[in-house]
Structure formats: C-alpha cells, structure tokens
C-alpha cells in the first residue's frame, strides 16, 4: 500500500520508499533521512550517489554482499566494508542507501 508522507508531500510506500523516483532530489533524501533520524554527512552522501550512478548503469539494485564489493571497489576496502556501512546506517546499510537515494526497496532486503 502507498501512502502519502505527509513530512514530505510525496507518495511513499509504506515502509518510507519513494513510489516515484524521478520525484527524487537531495532535499527529499535530507527529509527522508530526517524521518529516520540520520544525519547526513559527506560519507552518507557518497554512499547514496554511488548507489545511484550503480542503479542507473546496471537497471538493477544488487545483493548486500555485491553492494559491499562494489563500494570496496570504488573507494577501498576502509569503506567497502560491513562496519563502516553499519556506522553510517546501522539498520541497513543497502536498505537505507536505496531508501534515501530515492530508489526502490532492494528485493533482497526485508
């Protein structure tokens, strides 16, 4: 079911997923990242562009582990690894990189 997210004016699954993507921008990340208490940082920011060029190249969202090798290969194995992604999003590093780059829930996430 889809709600409307009054925070933010926009149509939003129920678990806080845009429903539209392309009604994505870093304004709604900050609000999304609010409403979950995440305070955006450079290193948040990183992480949600990365997983957005990735979407955009590949048309598909990747498993935990391939998002994990992925980052290891883009920016080294300090931050292509469990720990330091469960610092910046401790309740799921690949839910909440997609949840606030503004792309669909990743199918391997619960």
């Not at 409403?35 to 997983?51: K, P, S, T, V």
Request: charged share 25%.
């Amino acid at each position: 079911m889809d709600v409307i997210t009054q925070d933010l004016g926009l149509e939003t699954t129920e678990q806080g997923f845009l429903v539209n993507p392309a009604d994505w921008n870093e304004d709604v990340a900050q609000r999304l990242a609010a409403l979950d208490n995440i305070n955006l940082i450079a290193e948040h920011w990183e992480i949600i562009l990365f997983i957005r060029r990735y979407y955009q190249q590949f048309k598909h969202l990747p498993n935990a582990r391939v998002f994990t090798k992925a980052i290891a290969k883009e920016f080294g194995e300090t931050k292509g690894n469990s720990r330091y992604l469960h610092k910046l999003f401790p309740d799921g590093p690949l839910k909440y990189a997609c949840k606030l780059a503004g792309l669909p829930k990743p199918p391997t996430c619960l």
